[in-house]
Each structure stands twice: as structure tokens, then as C-alpha cells.
Nanobody, 125 residues
């Protein structure tokens, strides 16, 4: 069982920045991938960014050039740097992880087993 705890959400004006963090409990091995998802009211959960065990990353088209995913393996912590935020980025953001290689499935929620509780991000115009 891997437990995930997100932090760093909050309220910001359009054009501002936030950095989300996700701390993971101990993994049984180093072969795992991680991702960020978000869910706005009345909408389905969508993949935002993912990072594989080899460091390969994927981004949703809506955040490319604005968001950056990274991880610190020693701290077992995942990050999401969000710049140039827009009101449409408002959502609950979740981190997720699973063992193995994500590949083309990095942005698909069904590929992930372990989820955090979410952190609210609100962007005002």
C-alpha cells in the first residue's frame, strides 16, 4: 500500500503560479510512475501530467508550456509547478502512482492504483 499526501493548493489570480507537492510513503521498489490529475465541478477527472520511472514525462495539451512535473526520488516527492494559471485550471488536483512503467498510459486514471486525497486550486480572473 502506497499512501500519498498532496499539499500546496490554494487561491491565486490569473497569471499567477503555484507549486503542488505530493509525498509518498515507502515504495517496495524503485520501479514506479506518478501523475497529476484534476477534476473540476461537473467534469470528469483528467490527466494533467505524468512522469515515468525513467524520467520521461507527458502533459495534457491544455497545460503544455505552463506546467512542469518533476520528482525527487530520495524524498519520494512529486511536484507540479504551475505557471501562467488560468481560471479554467480551477479544480481539485490529485496525485497518483503505481508500479511498473506508465508509457502511453501516464495520463489515464485507470492505469493508477494509489491516489491522494486531493488539494484545491482556485484561479480567479
Amino acid at each position: 500500500q502506497v499512501r500519498l499526501v498532496e499539499s500546496g493548493g490554494g487561491s491565486v489570480q490569473a497569471g499567477g503560479s503555484l507549486r503542488l507537492s505530493c509525498a509518498a510513503s515507502k515504495y517496495k521498489n524503485s520501479d514506479y510512475f506518478m501523475g497529476w490529475f484534476r477534476q473540476a465541478p461537473g467534469k470528469e477527472r483528467e490527466g494533467v501530467a505524468g512522469i515515468d520511472s525513467d524520467g520521461a514525462t507527458r502533459y495534457a495539451d491544455s497545460v503544455k508550456g505552463r506546467f512542469t512535473i518533476s520528482k525527487d526520488n530520495a524524498k519520494r516527492t512529486l511536484y507540479l509547478q504551475m505557471n501562467s494559471l488560468k481560471p479554467e485550471d480551477t479544480a481539485i488536483y490529485y496525485c497518483a502512482t503505481d508500479y511498473g512503467y506508465g508509457g502511453s498510459w501516464l495520463l489515464y486514471a485507470q492505469r493508477y492504483t494509489y491516489w491522494g486525497q486531493g488539494t484545491q486550486v482556485t484561479v480567479s480572473s
